[in-house]
C-alpha cells in the first residue's frame, strides 16, 4: 500500500493527507502570503484544511505567524479568507 503524505493543519493542528489540506506559501522575495494551489511555490510553506473555519484558531493563535516566521497582516489574513472559501475540498491526487 502506497504510504500517504501527512501533513499539519496549522488551524486544528490534526494531522491529515496532504490532498485534504492547502498549502500557504510566504515568499521572502516579495514579501507576499498566498494560497498555493500547486504546492509547488517557491518559499516557506504552511498547511491548513480546504476549510475556512480552520483559519480562525490559525488567526487566534498565530499559529500560521509561526509557521511561515513572519508577521501575518489582518489583510493578508482577510484574502486567505476568501481564497479559502473558494477551494475544492480535495486537492488533486498525487
Ligand atoms: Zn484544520
Known amino acids: 500500500m502506497r504510504k500517504i503524505p501527512l501533513r499539519k493543519c496549522v488551524g486544528c493542528q490534526e494531522m491529515k493527507p496532504k490532498r485534504e489540506l492547502i498549502r500557504i506559501v510566504y515568499n ?3 514579501g ?8 509547488r ?3 516557506r510553506g504552511a498547511y491548513i484544511c480546504r476549510n475556512v473555519t ?6 487566534k493563535k498565530k499559529a500560521l505567524d509561526r509557521s ?4 501575518v497582516s489582518a489583510t493578508i ?4 479568507a476568501e481564497q479559502l472559501a473558494e477551494v475544492e475540498p480535495e486537492g488533486p491526487d498525487e
Open 28 to 30: 521572502q522575495t516579495d
Open 32 to 39: 507576499t502570503v498566498d494560497l498555493d494551489a500547486s504546492g
Open 41 to 43: 511555490k517557491p518559499g
Open 54 to 59: 480552520c483559519l480562525t484558531p490559525a488567526r
Open 68 to 71: 511561515l516566521k513572519t508577521s
Open 77 to 80: 489574513y482577510d484574502s486567505l
